[in-house]
C-alpha cells in the first residue's frame, strides 16, 4: 500500500482515528492518534514526538540520557504497508512507524531502523532471513488481583475442554489476525491456568517484528470485548510455567534456496548454518538481555523448565537456547529452521530480532564453530559432555545479563552509540526500580505492561 491506497481504505473503512505506533526500548507499545482528516498529510510528514520519550522506562520514570533530553523533536513516519484497521475497535486503525530526524533519516535511537540495517547487512552477506514469534500468554479476569481466566477447575494442557472453555475468545482472535493480513498456523490451550498459544506464519524479519506488535495489540483488545485481561509478562505467576515467544527463523539465499538445510550434513544442518548457530550462542550471555530483558523474564530461565538457562544448542531438544527442529515430511527443505527459546513477549521484537540476526552474521563473517550437539537436557549432562558442547550458564539476574551485555563489542556495535546508551540506561533503571521493591511490584508492574 502507499499514501494514497490507506487514504482510500480509511474512508471505505469509515475511520476516526489513526494510531501511528512505535515500541519503546523497554518493550511497551505507544502510539499517537491522529484524526482521518490530517491522515493524508500526517502519513507523509509525519506526527512529532518529543526526543524524550524514548528515555521513559516502564515504570514511566524520565530517565536522563545525553541526547533525550525535552528539547527538540523526532517524528513518527509511518510505513503505509502496516496499515490495518482494528476489528475490536470499530473506527480506529493502526499503522507502524519508523522515527526519523528532521533530515529524514534514522535519528540514532529508532527500534524498527535498527532492524532494518541488520536486515540489509545480511542481505549484502547473501543471507535472507524469514522469521516468526511463537506466544504464549495468559487469560486473567480480574487486572487488580491478577486472577487467572480457567480457575478454579485448571484444565489440562491441550486437551479439548480447555479449548472449549476457550473456544469463542480464540476464535475472535484469530479472526482479528486473519483480517488484518496475519495468518494463523495453531491456537492451543497452554499449560498454565488460563495461559494459551497461537502461532502465526513466518515472513520476513521486519514483518515478523511488525507482526509481533499487532499480535500483541491484537490479543489485548480482543480480549476486553471479553471482558478479560491478556498479560504478556514473562511470569505473571510465580508458581506457574513462564510466557515465552519463541523465535523461529530460516536463511535463505538469494535464489531463494534454504541455506540452513544441507541434507549431506548431520542432522541437515549447513556448514552456514553451523556458523550462524556458533554465533548465536558465542554471544548469547549479552544477547538475552534484550531477548529475555526484564526483571521478571529471569524468573522463567531456569534448568528444566523448557525455557533454556544455558547456551546449548541441538537437534530437537527443547532444553536447548537454539533447537535444530526437525522437518517435514516431503517439505525438508522449506520448513527446516531455528527455534530460538530464550526469548518473552516482554522484549522489543525489533531489537530482539535484529540483535539475534547480528549475533548470527557475526558467526558467519568468522565461520565460527560450535560445540557439539546436545543430545540430552543440559542440567543432566556431565562435566566433560558440557564441555564438548561449549556449554555456559545464561545470566540469572537482569542485572548480570546486562553486565554481559555492556562488554559485548559486537552487539552493542551493531545497536549504535545512542540506542546502545539509551537501551543500558533506560534498562539500569528498571533494574534498580525492581531490586529496591518486592516481588509485589514487580509482578504488579509487569502483569500489563506488554
Excluded at 145 to 159: A, C, E, K, M, Q
Excluded at 186 to 195: D, H, K, L, M, S
Excluded at 281 to 286: D, G, I, K, R, V
Excluded at 307 to 321: C, L, P, R, Y
Aim: with cysteine; charged share 25%; glycine share 8%.
Amino acid at each position: 500500500m502507499d499514501v494514497h491506497d490507506v487514504v482510500a481504505a480509511a474512508r471505505h473503512e469509515d475511520l476516526r482515528l489513526v494510531r501511528f505506533e512505535y515500541c519503546d526500548v523497554s518493550g511497551v507499545a505507544r502510539s499517537k492518534a491522529i484524526h482521518v482528516g490530517q491522515l493524508e498529510h500526517k502519513l507523509v510528514e509525519g506526527v512529532s514526538l518529543t526526543r524524550a520519550q524514548m528515555a521513559i522506562n516502564m515504570l514511566e520514570q524520565l530517565i536522563d540520557i545525553e541526547g533525550m533530553q525535552p528539547v527538540g523533536e523526532i517524528r513518527l513516519v509511518p510505513d503505509p504497508a502496516t496499515f490495518t484497521a482494528l476489528p475490536w475497535a470499530p473506527g480506529i486503525a493502526s499503522v507502524l512507524c519508523d522515527q526519523v530526524g528532521h533530515d529524514r533519516l534514522d535519528w540514532g535511537a529508532c527500534p524498527r531502523s535498527y532492524l532494518k540495517g541488520v536486515v540489509a547487512r545480511a542481505a549484502r552477506l547473501g543471507v535472507h532471513v524469514q522469521a516468526t514469534f511463537e506466544n504464549e500468554y495468559y487469560l486473567a479476569r480480574d487486572l487488580e488481583n491478577r486472577t487467572p481466566f480457567d480457575l478454579p477447575g485448571h484444565t489440562p494442557v491441550y486437551s479439548p475442554i480447555g479449548q472449549d472453555l476457550n473456544a469463542q475468545i480464540m476464535i475472535d482472535t484469530v479472526d482479528a489476525l486473519q483480517a488484518q493480513g496475519i495468518s494463523v498456523e495453531q491456537a492451543i490451550n497452554e499449560y498454565g491456568p488460563g495461559q494459551q498459544e497461537i502461532s502465526i506464519r513466518h515472513t520476513d524479519a521486519l514483518g515478523a517484528a511488525d507482526n509481533q506488535m499487532k499480535f500483541r495489540d491484537t490479543v489485548r483488545g480482543v480480549a476486553l470485548r471479553h471482558g478479560l485481561y491478556a498479560s504478556f509478562a514473562p511470569k505473571p505467576y510465580p508458581d506457574e510455567i513462564g510466557s515465552g515467544a519463541h523465535v523461529h527463523l530460516s536463511l535463505w539465499d538469494d535464489d531463494g534456496r534454504s541455506s540452513l538445510y544441507d541434507p549431506a550434513a548431520p542432522g541437515g544442518l549447513s556448514r552456514l548454518g553451523r556458523h550462524f548457530v556458533a554465533g548465536v550462542t558465542e554471544h548469547l550471555p549479552a544477547l538475552v538481555a534484550l531477548t529475555t530483558p526484564n526483571y521478571n523474564s529471569f524468573r522463567r530461565l531456569v534448568p528444566s523448565a523448557w525455557a533454556s538457562a544455558t547456551t546449548g544448542w541441538g537437534f530437537d531438544n527443547k532444553e536447548v537456547a537454539l533447537r535444530v527442529c526437525s522437518p517435514f515430511y516431503k517439505r525438508e527443505e522449506q520448513s527446516y529452521n531455528l527455534e530460538f527459546k530464550p526469548s518473552d513477549p516482554s522484549s522489543n521484537p525489533y531489537l530482539a530480532l535484529g540483535a539475534l540476526i547480528a549475533c548470527g552474521l557475526d558467526g558467519i563473517e568468522r565461520e565460527l564453530e560450535p560445540g557439539e550437539p546436545c543430545d540430552r537436557d543440559p542440567a543432566r549432562m556431565s562435566e566433560a559432555d558440557l564441555a564438548r558442547s561449549k556449554v555456559r550458564p545464561l545470566p540469572t539476574t537482569m542485572a548480570a545479563a546486562l553486565d554481559e551485555l555492556e562488554k559485548d563489542e559486537v552487539l552493542l556495535g551493531s545497536m549504535g552509540e545512542l540506542l546502545a546508551r539509551c537501551y543500558l540506561g533506560i534498562r539500569r533503571s528498571e533494574e534498580a526500580a525492581f531490586s529496591a521493591g518486592d516481588e509485589e511490584l514487580e509482578l504488579r508492574q509487569h502483569f500489563y505492561r506488554f
